[in-house]
């Protein structure tokens, strides 16, 4: 029997639904700056789909495109002013930065009340402990998937593939926070198929086009693919072979269409958090 496929087109629309709904009766509206420095071209279309989720709900925002030359001083005084401006509830500085220009430093240098990507320290220690105001954007949604979907984590075997810090750290500690039992694997795993099929609840963050096929599967599994690679022929495809996989799994995620539509739903609900946390209303 084929998985049920989980539809993040369908609960990102959901969520941004939910939050205009909110932002209608709001006075104050939260405004959101993100800056983007060089010319990366999948960078700008990131920023404009984000500028197109804050027009869709009804948030300000300003977008600030700084020059490749943009020196780290120029970025630190923009990022300064952004702190302590009052329609500013959320900054987002577009990863990558051009190489002379210290991500850390920078990100480091966000006020963490308005950090809504949650990559500031504060907000990673805060993950940590459980009492946070901010979760990554990413792992937020591959959450709010599961709540969507009716799949409950606790007690389950939890297995995440992949050990960043903006992806699968923050993700396993989501899960444990729901009483999951959690595994974390990466490249040093010594039977990664073992583990895989161990799993009733999969999260695929390895950036391996297609690497994860069937027989990784317990069959029942949910299967929830973060990846978004390329395959040979350049199409768009996730770290999961959906066709083999959607055979032996309960539940499963598309690529494109699953978690990529939930990270900007997560970016704006992260932004509505902060506007009222600021006190808005
Ligand atoms: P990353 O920083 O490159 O991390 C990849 C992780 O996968 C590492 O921990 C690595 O292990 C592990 N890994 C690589 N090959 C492996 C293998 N053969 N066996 C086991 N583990 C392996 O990537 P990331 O930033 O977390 O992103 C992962 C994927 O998610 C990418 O395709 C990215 O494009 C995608 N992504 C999607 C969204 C979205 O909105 N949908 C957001 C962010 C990222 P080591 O630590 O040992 O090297």
Redesign the pocket.
Known sequence: MSAMVIDGKVISAKVREEIKEEVMKMTDKPGLAVVIVGEDPASKVYVRNKEKGCEEVGFYSEVHALPERTTEEELLSLINKLNVRSEIDGILVQLPLPGHLNEKKVINSINPEKDVDAFHPVNTGKIMIGDYDFLP??PA?VMRLLEESNIDVSGKNCVV????N???KPQAMLLLRKNGTVTI?????KD?KAECRRADILVV????AR?ITSDYIKPGAAVID????RDENGKLCG?VDFNGVKEVAGAITPVPGG??P??IAMLLTNTLNAAKKHGKR
């Open positions: 954007c990413t949604g593939v992949g050990r960043s903006i992806v699968g694997c990466h490249s040093k795993t990664l963050a390895m950036g391996k690497f973060v990846g978004m690679d770290d978690v990529g939930m990270t």
